[in-house]
């Protein structure tokens, strides 16, 4: 089937429907991921006559037309748009641009960021030094929250305020909020470094972050218009914020409600807030949770019965089996999210963990996409039970200690692993010089040859 006709198809589908996922009109029509991006393209943007939903729906746009599939005779006439009053018919001009809606509920996660005592540092420094140490916290900042594909709604002097859930909504937008908050934290410890060294003060923040219904919308007037979520959720937000010490992150109820197990958190009780009736039970994060899955937070509860795949469960341990034997095994668990795939695999580890079997897991996440080797950088973190405010130098002696009790060439193996895990070069050991190494190597493939 030709593009045109194809493309007819699925105009007649979306103005019938109004509403069409990408899954189902690839199901529907058999189309491949080319085709499917070409309709996309063609109908958005081109004759915008549909606009896309979060990345998984179609949604017709255009005014109502009669569709008619082509055929070797003469064709029929497309019936004109109906006309309201007031409206001019315009030959040739383009289609209006699809109206969003004015304004929409949403489940929000928002965080609220400031600093601590900006007023006295902005009374000590010069306005455009202040603006400058400004702006780069900002920056530093900004990367993490894109990291882990937060909004950034708005900047408010020296303060952020930042939505989760909101263009653009995540299944678990409240702990990517806990991990951006904790991330800042983090992240301005090391910009501190720098700010210290080069102008003799240390910036601190104060996180707070809260979930709740929100309704989002377009808000203000005159040439200037924002996005903007109204509503408890952000002003609870701010609230927390204020309660927060200096460089740590504080979340409500409703948020821990979402992220237990994921993070160690202190409770601190419920605390009045200023402007809510009732106190707001509170908790400050610590740190991330040896716990980085949902299997690994259920397995603390217990797990429900696995039921109708006992032909898999005897499959991985028939293979287990062979490979205690001396046969060396491998097994792929392929197929579409959520059908029990990380499940299965947790019943193999509950029938081998009393078998003096080592485990070793390697997780990939999707905040950190941009980074290959995160899987083995997450990894080498966990066996050093390393805490992210640690300071470099007691992360590098960490390091240290466990190699000691390992065969391998310090020299070699110490600097290569602190580059990996982002520490500074150890100043006992010699720099490698991987370049050289790598030209020898491929100057005597070329003698080879």
């Known amino acids: 089937m030709d593009y045109d006709a194809v493309l007819e198809q699925v105009l007649e589908l979306l103005q019938r429907e109004r509403r069409l996922s990408y899954r ?28 896309d939903e979060d990345g998984r729906v179609l949604v017709w746009a255009g005014a109502a037309r009669a569709v008619t599939a082509p055929s070797s005779g003469a064709t029929e006439p497309v019936e004109p748009p109906a006309l309201t009053v007031g409206q001019d018919l315009q030959v040739g001009s383009p289609s209006p641009a699809p ?45 993490v929250i894109a990291r882990y594909e937060g909004h950034i709604a708005q900047y408010l002097g020296d303060g952020l305020l930042v939505y989760f859930g909101y263009p653009q909504a995540h299944e678990d937008d409240a702990q990517r909020a806990v991990r951006a908050g904790l991330g800042m934290v983090e992240a301005l410890g090391t910009f501190n470094a720098r ?32 996005q903007l979520a109204l ?28 992220v237990q197990g994921y993070f160690v958190v202190e409770p601190l009780g419920p605390q009045p807030l200023k402007g809510v009736a009732a106190p707001v039970p509170v908790y400050r994060i610590l740190r991330t ?17 696995l039921v109708g795949r006992e032909s898999d469960v005897a499959l991985l341990r028939e293979r287990w089996e062979q490979s205690r ?20 695999v947790e ?14 897991v390697f997780r990939c996440s999707p905040y950190h996409q941009q980074s290959a080797l995160y899987p083995i950088i997450d990894h080498l973190q966990r066996v050093l039970r390393w805490d992210s405010i640690d300071a470099p130098e007691a992360k590098l002696a960490a390091l240290e200690q466990v190699l000691q009790t390992s065969r391998l060439p310090l020299e070699e193996v110490t600097p290569l692993l602190a580059a990996l895990l982002s520490l500074p070069h150890p100043a006992h050991y010699p720099i490698l010089n991987l370049c050289c190494g790598l030209m020898k190597m491929d100057t005597e493939k070329r003698v080879v040859r």
Not at 26 to 46: G, P
Not at 233 to 258: G, K
Not at 289 to 305: C, D, K, Q, Y
């Open 24 to 51: 189902v009109l690839k199901l529907r029509l058999q189309l491949d991921d080319e085709t499917l991006e070409a309709l996309k393209e063609d109908l958005i943007y081109a004759k915008q006559l549909a606009v």
């Open 99 to 143: 109206r969003t809606p004015e304004a929409e509920r949403r489940q929000l996660t928002v965080l609220f960021c400031d600093l601590v005592d900006s007023t006295v540092l902005a009374g000590q420094l010069d306005p455009e030094e202040w603006r400058e140490v400004v702006r780069a916290y900002q920056d530093t900042c900004a990367k």
């Open 195 to 226: 700010l210290t060294h080069e102008r003799g003060f240390k910036l601190a923040i104060r996180v707070g972050i809260h979930t709740g219904l929100v309704v989002v919308g377009e808000m203000g007037g005159g040439g200037r218009h924002e």
């Open 231 to 258: 509503g408890d959720t952000p002003n609870v937000a701010a609230r927390l914020q204020s309660l927060a010490a200096p460089d740590t992150a504080m979340i409500s109820a409703a948020t821990h409600r979402l």
């Open 289 to 305: 949770n040896v716990a980085e899955s949902r299997l690994e937070v259920a397995a603390a509860t217990g797990w429900t019965p």
């Open 325 to 344: 034997a001396g046969l060396g095994q491998v097994v792929l668990l392929s197929g579409e999210a959520g059908i029990g795939k990380s499940r299965l």
């Open 347 to 360: 019943v193999l580890r509950e029938h081998v963990i009393n078998q003096s079997a080592t485990r070793v």
